[in-house]
């Protein structure tokens, strides 16, 4: 079964700091890897989809690297802002077409 | 990316009842799922709703506590049946999209059910 796992659990930083969330996941055979962010009590947006055979995607000030041998992610926010202030997931797609989410990370970006 | 439109957004429910959260999407999806969310936790798949047959529940899931239907490609209601508040949860869609967005997921708004 593919365990996924995030770390940290939390992150407050002052605006303007680079973050860094962190996802592994155990098993490598996946179909591909997906971030969203939570606001609170809200449903999941897409932030990032990397496909096995990528190394990377890029959105504006997001990046998101995978590493499948080594089964991990990370994902990376430029310059923060308070408005990034949510819950990340990090969802690992099987090759039955489920995904697996991690608990997550919440951020809080201090003004 | 597909748009999904969730209903009820929020309930509040009397322990024994019954709810029904429906599930639009504005373009035909082959994959549909239902996810739980429970308080302070990650998101749980409780099955995956198929086209013209019944859903595939995961381990711990069972039909007669959740039955699902999926009458076309674009839509897909989940109901929880006989609430406790051990239900109180946010439950979520989310479908599968095709080659023009990747084969990503998107998901619908919730509904935060809270059983009394």
């Known amino acids: 079964k593919q365990e996924v796992t995030q770390i940290p659990a939390a992150l407050s930083v002052p605006e303007g700091e680079n973050l860094v969330l962190n996802c592994s996941f155990t098993d490598s055979a996946i179909y591909n890897l997906q971030w969203f962010r939570q606001d609170p009590g809200k449903g999941l947006t897409s932030l990032l989809l990397?496909?096995?055979?990528?190394r990377e995607q890029t959105s504006g000030r997001l990046n998101a690297s995978l590493d499948k041998s080594s089964g991990r992610s990370t994902l990376y926010i430029a310059a923060s802002q308070p408005g990034d202030s949510a819950t990340y997931l990090c969802?690992?797609?099987?090759?039955?077409?489920?995904?697996?989410f991690g608990a997550g990370t919440t951020v809080t970006v201090r003004a | 990316s597909a748009v999904i439109s969730q209903k009820p957004s929020r309930d509040i429910c009397q322990r024994g009842t019954s709810l029904t959260i429906q599930c639009q999407v504005d373009?035909?999806?082959?994959?549909m799922f239902w996810y739980r969310q429970q308080p302070g936790q990650s998101l749980t798949l409780i099955a995956t709703?198929?086209?013209?047959?019944?859903?595939?529940?995961e381990s711990g899931f069972v039909i007669d506590k959740f039955p699902i239907s999926r009458p076309n490609l674009t839509f897909s209601t989940l109901t929880v049946s006989n609430m406790s508040p051990e239900d109180s949860s946010i439950y979520l869609c989310s479908v599968r999209g095709g080659a023009g967005d990747n084969y990503g997921y998107t998901f619908g708004s919730g509904t935060r059910l809270t059983v009394v």
């Open positions: 709703a198929n086209q013209g047959s019944e859903a595939t529940y």
């Open positions: 969802a690992v797609v099987t090759n039955d077409y489920k995904l697996s």
């Open positions: 373009s035909q999806v082959t994959m």
């Open positions: 990397i496909q096995s055979s990528q």
